[in-house]
C-alpha cells in the first residue's frame, strides 16, 4: 500500500454522498495547495452565498525534502509528486478555469520555473500554478482569517507554521498592517538543524536562541505589545496543541509552559507515547523544527497564550476567487494604489489599451499555462507603463520595471508580477529579453502590440485610430 492510500488501495479523502452533475460544476470551486510538507485538494460548492465543503484530498509528500540546491527535485520525489497532482488533476477534470485556483508556496519558491517538474506538474492538473510570494500567502492566510474570525477582536496576530516558511501577519479589523515570510518551516529548520544528530537540550536551546535571532529583525516584532489576540492558523499549531491535550499538558490552545513540558517528553525520547497521543508517524521527523520554531516564536514575541483556528489560507483564497467580503477584485485596490501613488496619466492609460484592446483578436498567440487573460495582462500594463515617469523621464521604463519588482502587490502572482515588469521593461527602445527572467517573458507579438499602442500615442491626444488591422508576420506586424 502506498503513502496517502487507505486499506483499499484508494486515495485518502473526505467527501459527501452528493454526486456532482455538470450543472453543479458552475458552483463548484477547487482550490488546490502544494504546500513543502503536503498537498491539499479542497472542492466547495457554493449556492446562495452558502460554502457547503464536498471533497478534499491531503497527501503528505515533503516535497521540500526532495529539493536540491539548483532548485531541481530528486527523482523518486517527482514521481511521487506527479502521481499526486495526476490523481488531482482526473478530480477537478471539467471545471472551468475561474472556478480553479493552484497555490504552490514555500518549496515550490525555491523550485526553477524551467525545471521539468514545474512543466509536468501544470500539465499533470490541467491548470496553470501560482507560485505565490511569502508576503502574498500571508495575506491570503489573514484573509481567510477574518472571513470567520469574530470581529470584535480586532487587533490580530496571526501565525503560520509551513514546512519551508513560517508567516507573520499583524492586522487591525479587516486590514493587514504588517506582513513577514521568514525563511523558517518546521522541515527546513529540522533538515538544518537536527537532521543526523542527537536531539539534545543543549542543541534545543540553542536552535530556539537563533530562532529568536531571525524574528527579532522582522517587521512585525516592532508592533508585539500591541497584540490583543494571538492566533495560530496551521496544521503544525493544530497538531501541537491537540498533543498537549490529549497528553494533559494544558488546555485551549498553546501556552509556553505546557509547549516546554512537551518539549522535554520529546528530547527523552517518548516517541511512542506522543504517536499514542495523535502524531502522525510521518511527522516525527521533523517535529523537533516545530517545537523549536513554537518555543522561539512564544520567546521572542512574549506570547502568553495562542489561539488555534481553522480558518487560513484555504478560506482566504476562495474569499479572493469570489472577490469576497469587500466585492473587489485585490489586484484592482493594488493598481489603483500605484497609479495614485505615481500620479498616472488616466486618458493616455486608456487611448494605449483602448488601441491594444481593439487590435488584440487579430494577432496569433500561443499562450503558455501560466499567461493570464491577454487582455487582462494589457490592462494591467497600461496602468503602470508610465510610473517610472515620477522618478525620471529618460529610463523611466526601468524606473517603472523596478518597482513593479520591488513593490507589494496584493492579489497579483509572482508570474502576473514578472509578466508586468516584461512589458514595461520592453514597451519603448531596444528590447531587452537579457534583463529578466525568461519565464517571465511574454509572447512576442503581445508585446509588439503594447509597443504598438505607446508609440501610436506618444503624442498624448485623441485621435482616430489610424491602423485598420494587422498582420502578424516572421518579422512583426503588417498594418493596414
Keep these: ?244 491535550e490529549q497528553m494533559e499538558l494544558g488546555s485551549g490552545g498553546i501556552e509556553l509552559k505546557p509547549l516546554k513540558n512537551l518539549t522535554k517528553m520529546f528530547i527523552k525520547n517518548k516517541t511512542n507515547s506522543f504517536i499514542r497521543a495523535g502524531l502522525p508517524e510521518e511527522r516525527v521527523a521533523s517535529f523537533p523544527g516545530a517545537l523549536a520554531l513554537l518555543t522561539g516564536i512564544m520567546k521572542t514575541f512574549e506570547l502568553d497564550r495562542i489561539r488555534i483556528t481553522k480558518a487560513g489560507l484555504r478560506q482566504g483564497i476562495l474569499h479572493d476567487m469570489m472577490m469576497v467580503p469587500d466585492g473587489k477584485d485585490r489586484r484592482i485596490a493594488t493598481l489603483t494604489r500605484l497609479m495614485d501613488r505615481h500620479k498616472v496619466d488616466r486618458l493616455q492609460r486608456d487611448r494605449v489599451y483602448d488601441f491594444a484592446a481593439a487590435h488584440l483578436d487579430e494577432i496569433r498567440l500561443d499562450l503558455p499555462s501560466s499567461l493570464c487573460s491577454p487582455k487582462r495582462l494589457l490592462r494591467w500594463a497600461a496602468d503602470l507603463h508610465e510610473i517610472g515617469l515620477t522618478i525620471n523621464y529618460s529610463s523611466y521604463h526601468k524606473h517603472g520595471t523596478y518597482l513593479i519588482r520591488n513593490s507589494d502587490f496584493p492579489g497579483f502572482t509572482r508570474e502576473e508580477q514578472g509578466h508586468l515588469a516584461f512589458l514595461v521593461l520592453n514597451h519603448r527602445k531596444r528590447i531587452k529579453l537579457d534583463r529578466l527572467k525568461v519565464e517571465d517573458a511574454v509572447p512576442m507579438p503581445l508585446l509588439f502590440l503594447f509597443r504598438m499602442a505607446w508609440a501610436l500615442n506618444r503624442k498624448r491626444t485623441s485621435i482616430e485610430d489610424p491602423v485598420r488591422a494587422l498582420r502578424v508576420v516572421q518579422s512583426g506586424f503588417e498594418a493596414e
Excluded at 503536503?38 to 509528500?61: A, C, P, Q
Excluded at 518546521?186 to 531571525?214: M, P
Design 1 to 244: 500500500m502506498k503513502p496517502g492510500q487507505d486499506t483499499s488501495g484508494k486515495p485518502k479523502a473526505n467527501s459527501t454522498d452528493l454526486k456532482t452533475t455538470p450543472d453543479d460544476l458552475r458552483h463548484e470551486y477547487a482550490i488546490v495547495d502544494l504546500g513543502s510538507n503536503s498537498f491539499h485538494l479542497h472542492v466547495i460548492r457554493v449556492l446562495d452565498g452558502e460554502w457547503r465543503h464536498m471533497d478534499h484530498h491531503r497527501e503528505v509528500t515533503k516535497l521540500v525534502d526532495g529539493l536540491l540546491p539548483d532548485g531541481i527535485i530528486e527523482p523518486s520525489k517527482r514521481e511521487e509528486v506527479l502521481l499526486v497532482l495526476r490523481r488531482y488533476g482526473e478530480r477537478i477534470t471539467g471545471f472551468s478555469s475561474g472556478n480553479v485556483r493552484v497555490i504552490g508556496t514555500s518549496a515550490f519558491r525555491q523550485l526553477r520555473r524551467d525545471s521539468q517538474l514545474f512543466r509536468e506538474s501544470e500539465a499533470a492538473l490541467g491548470f496553470p500554478i501560482d507560485i505565490i510570494s511569502g508576503e502574498e500567502e500571508a495575506r491570503l492566510i489573514y484573509l481567510g482569517i477574518i472571513s470567520e474570525d469574530a470581529p470584535q477582536e480586532r487587533k490580530r496576530f496571526i501565525i503560520d507554521i509551513g514546512g519551508g516558511s513560517t508567516e507573520f501577519i499583524y492586522g487591525e479589523g479587516r486590514s493587514p498592517v504588517c506582513i513577514d515570510s521568514v525563511a523558517l518551516g518546521n522541515i527546513s529548520l529540522t533538515r538544518n538543524v537536527f537532521e543526523g544528530r542527537e536531539l539534545t537540550a543543549d542543541l534545543f536551546k540553542a536552535t530556539v536562541a537563533d530562532v529568536a535571532e531571525a524574528l527579532c529583525a522582522t517587521k512585525v516584532y516592532d508592533c508585539r505589545e500591541s497584540f490583543e489576540v494571538v492566533l495560530g492558523a496551521s496544521g503544525t499549531m493544530r497538531l501541537v496543541a491537540s498533543l498537549i
